[in-house]
C-alpha cells in the first residue's frame, strides 16, 4: 500500500530532529498535495510546484502558483518554488532580475543553480544584491500581488511590508510589451496620502520623497519581463540603509 507524503515526511522530520543538530528541511514533493497547507509542521521549507525551467513562462508560471499559498508561509516555514535560475543562460539579464525580485518580495529561498566558478558581471549582480538580500531575509511574513486604483486584482504589483515599517514593491511586467505601472502607497498599507521615500534597488539610488504615490503622476515604464525593484520608506524614517552580508 502507497503511503502518503504526510506521513512520510513527518517520519523524515522526527529522523532528522533526532540527531539533536540544527538541519534546515527542505521538503519536496512538488506541491502534489498541497504542502504549504501542512507543511509548517514537519519541515522549513516546502516546494509548492513542479520542477522549474531555466525558461521566462516557467518562472511566471511558478511565481503565480505559489503567491497563492502566502498566507501559509511564516519565519520557520516557507513556500519553495524552486531554484533561482539566475546565470544559467536561458533567459535574459532582465528576466532574471525579475526572478531574483520576486523570489525575494515572497522570501522564496534563494537557491543558486548557476556554476559560481563561471558568473558574469551581471550574474554576480543580481545574485550579491545586498539590498534585495535584506528584504528576502526580513522576517516579515511573504509578500504578494496587491490590488492598485480599481483594479480588483492583478500581477503587475507585488509587496511585502517589511520590520522597519517600510515596503518591498516589484513593479513587474511579465508581458510582451511594455507597462506604465506605479503604486499608490495606500495600496501598500500606509495612508493614502502617505509622504514617502522610494528606493530603487537595481540602481542602488534613492529617487527622492513622494506624496501618496509612486511616480507623482503617470506611470514608469517597465520593458517586458522586467521589474522594477524598489523599497517605500515612510518619510521621516531611515532611507537608503547599507547592508552587509
Known amino acids: ?29 512538488w506541491g502534489d498535495a498541497d504542502p504549504a497547507t501542512w507543511g509548517a509542521a ?9 520542477d522549474i525551467s531555466d525558461l521566462w513562462w516557467a518562472m511566471v508560471e511558478l511565481a503565480d502558483l505559489t503567491q497563492e499559498w502566502f498566507e501559509f508561509a511564516a519565519p520557520g516555514g516557507w513556500n519553495d518554488p524552486d ?9 535574459t539579464t ?5 526572478q531574483m525580485a520576486i523570489w525575494s518580495v ?25 539590498e534585495l538580500i535584506a528584504i528576502n531575509q526580513d522576517v516579515t511574513p511573504q509578500g504578494r500581488p496587491i490590488c492598485d486604483h480599481e483594479v480588483p ?38 495612508p493614502a496620502t502617505q509622504r514617502a521615500t522610494v528606493r530603487d534597488l537595481w540602481a542602488k539610488k534613492t529617487l ?22 524598489l523599497r517605500v520608506t515612510p518619510a521621516g524614517e531611515a532611507e537608503g540603509a547599507e547592508y552587509a552580508f
Do not use: Q
Not at 532582465?94 to 525579475?98: D, F, L, P
Not at 537557491?111 to 545586498?130: E, F, G, P, Y
Open 208 to 229: 527622492g520623497v513622494f506624496d501618496g504615490r509612486y511616480p507623482a503622476s503617470g506611470g514608469v515604464t517597465v520593458a517586458p519581463h522586467e521589474a522594477k525593484m
Open 83 to 91: 531554484l533561482l535560475e539566475v546565470g544559467n543562460g536561458g533567459m
Open 42 to 50: 514537519v519541515a522549513n521549507s516546502w516546494r509548492t510546484t513542479g
Open 153 to 190: 486584482y492583478c500581477l503587475n504589483r507585488w509587496s511585502r511590508a517589511l520590520s522597519d515599517g517600510s515596503y518591498a514593491v516589484a513593479l513587474y511586467n511579465p508581458d510582451d510589451a511594455p507597462a506604465e505601472l506605479s503604486i499608490d502607497f495606500g495600496a501598500l498599507g500606509m
Open 106 to 130: 515572497i522570501k522564496a529561498p534563494l537557491l543558486i543553480s548557476t556554476d559560481v566558478t563561471k558568473m558574469s558581471a551581471d550574474t554576480l549582480a543580481i545574485l550579491s544584491n545586498a
Open 1 to 29: 500500500t502507497a503511503i502518503g507524503p504526510i506521513p512520510r515526511y513527518t517520519a523524515m522530520s522526527k529522523a532528522l530532529n533526532a540527531t539533536g543538530r540544527p538541519i534546515f528541511f527542505a521538503m519536496c514533493e
Open 94 to 98: 532582465a528576466e532574471y532580475r525579475s
